[in-house]
T-cell receptor
Framework: RKEVEQDPGPFNVPEGATVAFNCTYS??????FFWYRQDCRKEPKLLMS?????NEDGRFTAQLNRASQYISLLIRDSKLSDSATYLC??????????????WGLGTSLAVNP | DAMVIQNPRYQVTQFGKPVTLSCSQTLNHNVMYWYQQKSSQAPKLLFH???????NEADTPDNFQSRRPNTSFCFLDIRSPGLGDAAMYLCATSRDGLASRQQYFGPGTRLTVT
């Protein structure tokens, strides 16, 4: 099982739709969780950190479920400009007792007019 | 604006010809990372520096080396690039090693090996 797994894409949705992505992680010792957005051939950019209580930023809502070991990202009222790949990143304690970000493969979202 | 800068943005090198990619940051962050990202794959951490302390990932080939001469600059050296090393190389920084810290990425250097 991969350490961090994301929904397989691509997601094709019409403008205005609500879309949700999930990301599961295998290491229960994981401490911090992030959603990054990556546009084609560009660098990842932080979209949201994910807090235990859940957090919202405009049209974006992130949730953490520690018991089931997953995080989610909800995008409401999708815009064309939301088209991108969404990467889940989990800060995890490794076997060597080091902390590192483990990345999912990303979920591709295409918002269509 | 404070930022992470990578040069060059695009690099073409020949098979076996050493190449150096550079990264600089004006954020005054303690930690600098080098990632390799291939198409449709997750970023793969190669190594990172916490201040001057170098931390290599166990699966990073010896062909990849790094230098951090000061807080602001970090270099990635590929001693003998192979065709499989063609990728986007991303430099990132974080203020410190705390789990909650986000990483800030540079725009990347896209490496082509001919």
């Amino acid at each position: 099982r991969k350490e961090v797994e994301q929904d397989p894409g691509p997601f094709n949705v019409p403008e205005g739709a609500t879309v949700a992505f999930n990301c599961t992680y295998s290491n229960s010792a994981s401490q911090s969780f992030f959603w990054y957005r990556q546009d084609c051939r560009k660098e990842p950019k932080l979209l949201m950190s994910v807090y235990s209580s859940g957090n919202e930023d405009g049209r974006f809502t992130a949730q953490l479920n520690r018991a089931s070991q997953y995080i989610s990202l909800l995008i409401r009222d999708s815009k064309l400009s939301d088209s991108a790949t969404y990467l889940c990143a989990v800060n995890t304690l490794t076997a060597g007792n080091n902390r590192k970000l483990i990345w999912g493969l990303g979920t591709s979202l295409a918002v269509n007019p | 604006d404070a930022m992470v800068i990578q040069n060059p943005r695009y690099q073409v090198t020949q098979f076996g010809k050493p190449v150096t990619l550079s990264c600089s940051q004006t954020l005054n962050h303690n930690v600098m990372y080098w990632y390799q990202q291939k198409s449709s794959q997750a970023p793969k951490l190669l190594f990172h520096y916490y201040d001057k302390d170098f931390n290599n990932e166990a699966d990073t080939p010896d062909n990849f080396q790094s230098r951090r001469p000061n807080t602001s600059f970090c270099f990635l050296d590929i001693r003998s690039p192979g065709l499989g090393d063609a990728a986007m190389y991303l430099c990132a920084t974080s203020r410190d090693g705390l789990a909650s810290r986000q990483q800030y990425f540079g725009p990347g250097t896209r490496l082509t090996v001919t």
